[in-house]
Nanobody, 128 residues
């Protein structure tokens, strides 16, 4: 069974930091594009960041550029993607999802419809 499991969400004050993790199992995700998306209450899901297999190409939404960092660990028996989030603001409050894009086309990195596998999400709440 293919699974992506996020962790690391929580409540943090504005200006604080959180590190999200996404552990993959049931399939080798090391060859896939991996991305993070988020959905705030009453809003559509939006792209946050994505990385190619080796991290050679990384793409961020303008709203998080300079504050968030995506990385991945493709070591043997480990497929984990991270999202380091710094200088958080209340506007970053959302459920954060990691996802896998098997097509591996860079042009589709920010498009949620091109991601085939999704985690269950982890809540991030930033208080003012």
């Amino acid at each position: 069974q293919v699974q992506l499991v996020e962790s690391g969400g929580g409540l943090v004050r504005a200006g604080g930091s959180l590190r999200l993790s996404c552990a993959a199992s049931g399939r080798t995700f090391s060859s896939y594009l991996m991305g993070w998306f988020r959905q705030a209450p009453g809003k559509e899901r939006e792209f946050v960041a994505a990385t190619t297999r080796t991290g050679g190409y990384i793409y961020y939404a303008d709203s998080v550029k300079g504050r968030f960092t995506i990385s991945r660990d493709n070591a043997e028996n480990t497929d984990t993607v991270y999202l380091q989030m710094n200088s958080l603001t209340p506007e970053d409050t959302a459920v954060y999802y990691c996802a896998a894009n098997t097509a591996n086309f860079i042009a589709t990195m920010s498009l949620s419809e091109h991601y085939q596998y999704w985690g269950q999400g982890t809540q991030v709440t930033v208080s003012s």
